[in-house]
């Protein structure tokens, strides 16, 4: 299990058996020890998200601050393998990995996505005004061909993999969607939404 705190902290633990095996820690000063990660952060401040690469090698994390780290899952090793440092003009809300862990998508509270080559740590293009609001969820299908995002603006969208063009906008759906899931057993996107059960 792999958590994110808006202490700045990314913990690793152990869930069988229950046991701690690392912790990456803040470290303001400029200098790193072998167990340092950091996000550079503003007053935002925090690990806003956080996704796991499906081969468990590396974690795709976003900070309060814009940028996008991409870690060793192998904390023995090199903890920071690549800092996007300016990734996005407000705080990182979202994260999704391309199932052969090829690309990454963010999102962020200006309502742009990013999408990167995460194989040569390359940024890549800019979806602009995606959403008219922060962005607060993100998903990919299986086969790599959709993006689908939802905001505070009340609307899902479906954008091509490809060609970053919107195909469709779903209005007026929850107030507060914080996670999208693709439901494996459909060939044709079918989307299941989660949202927050007090406010949506």
């Known amino acids: ?34 167990l340092a990660y950091t996000h550079i952060l503003n007053s935002l401040g925090g690990v806003t998200c956080l996704k796991i690469t499906s081969n468990n090698r590396m974690i795709i994390s976003g900070g309060g601050d814009g940028s996008i780290r991409v870690s060793n899952m192998n904390f023995k090793k090199k903890g920071t393998l690549h800092i996007f440092s300016e990734a996005h ?6 994260l999704a990995i391309t199932k052969d862990n090829k690309y990454f998508v963010s999102a962020s ?7 990167f080559y995460l194989e ?3 940024y890549l293009h800019t979806i602009k005004h995606a959403h008219d609001d922060e962005i607060t ?23 091509d993999f490809h060609t970053r063009k919107r195909i469709h906008t779903f209005k007026d759906v929850h107030e507060s969607i914080f996670l999208i899931i693709f439901l494996s ?10 949202h927050d059960l007090i406010n949506g």
């Open 1 to 34: 299990m792999v958590t994110g705190s808006l202490d700045n902290s990314i913990k690793i633990t152990l869930l069988t058996p229950y046991e701690h095996l690392h912790t990456y820690t803040n470290t303001h000063n400029g200098k790193t020890t072998p």
């Open 89 to 94: 003009k407000g705080p990182v809300k979202a």
């Open 109 to 115: 509270t200006s309502g742009s996505i990013k999408v």
């Open 120 to 122: 040569k740590r390359e």
């Open 137 to 159: 969820a993100l998903a990919l299908s299986r086969d790599n061909k959709y993006i689908i995002s939802a905001s505070a603006d009340r609307s899902i969208r479906i954008f």
């Open 185 to 194: 057993t459909y060939h044709t996107p079918r989307i299941d939404i989660k």
